[in-house]
């Protein structure tokens, strides 16, 4: 999914939430008129709310592919699966066996997917950075080094992308009032 390439169509009304909905072809975003008047405000509910739903529509796939590596590699017990809006980190695994994977990377090669996947998932049974976590990441078969750098690049440049579509946004929301 092209996440910077799916048409929004952000429409102030009458209301008092911001809600979104996605019917395969087009965002559509409504927002109370006067959050619409606060354009700062109104691109970050713009922003949060967009990459909520566009989480929620990929969570069952999301939930399905690290079962499937979980049963491929592994084997670990764990709770909850989900995006989560992180800028800072791809992905983090909590001590309640929780994993929850940036938002970033919504959009993303699948192979990326799956290395961060295969990290938190090691992190199930290591809550460290040790010898014994990054083999057994290795023994997956996945190289940590050029993975890392695949990330950085990538990383690179979903952020200008990310930077160029919350331009695209303020336009939208200057356009619409």
């Not at 209301?15 to 395969?24: E, L, M, N, Y």
């Not at 670990?76 to 994993?99: A, D, P, T």
């Not at 050029?146 to 990310?162: A, F, N, V």
Request: proline share 3%; hydrophobic share 35%.
């Amino acid at each position: 999914m092209k996440v910077f390439e799916i048409p929004l169509r952000i429409v102030p009304e009458e209301r008092k939430t911001v809600t979104a909905s996605f019917d395969g072809s087009v965002c559509l975003i409504r927002i109370p008129i006067i959050l619409s008047r606060q354009k700062k405000r109104s691109v970050e509910y713009v922003d949060r709310i967009y990459w909520k739903m566009l989480g929620q529509i990929l969570e069952p796939k999301l939930k399905a592919r690290t079962n499937e590596l979980n049963c491929t590699f592994f084997g670990f017990e764990y709770q909850k699966v989900r995006y989560h809006r992180q800028f800072r980190r791809w992905g983090s695994c909590s001590s309640l066996r929780n994993i929850n994977l940036s938002h970033r990377l919504i959009g993303a090669p699948q192979s990326l997917v799956d290395y961060v996947i295969i990290h938190e998932l090691a992190h199930l049974k290591f809550l460290d950075h040790s010898r014994a976590f990054w083999e057994l990441v290795v023994g997956t078969g996945y190289d940590p080094r050029s993975c890392r750098k695949e990330i950085q690049q990538y990383g690179s440049k979903w952020y200008l992308d990310y930077q160029r579509w919350l331009n695209e946004v303020k336009l939208i929301i200057e356009g619409s009032n």
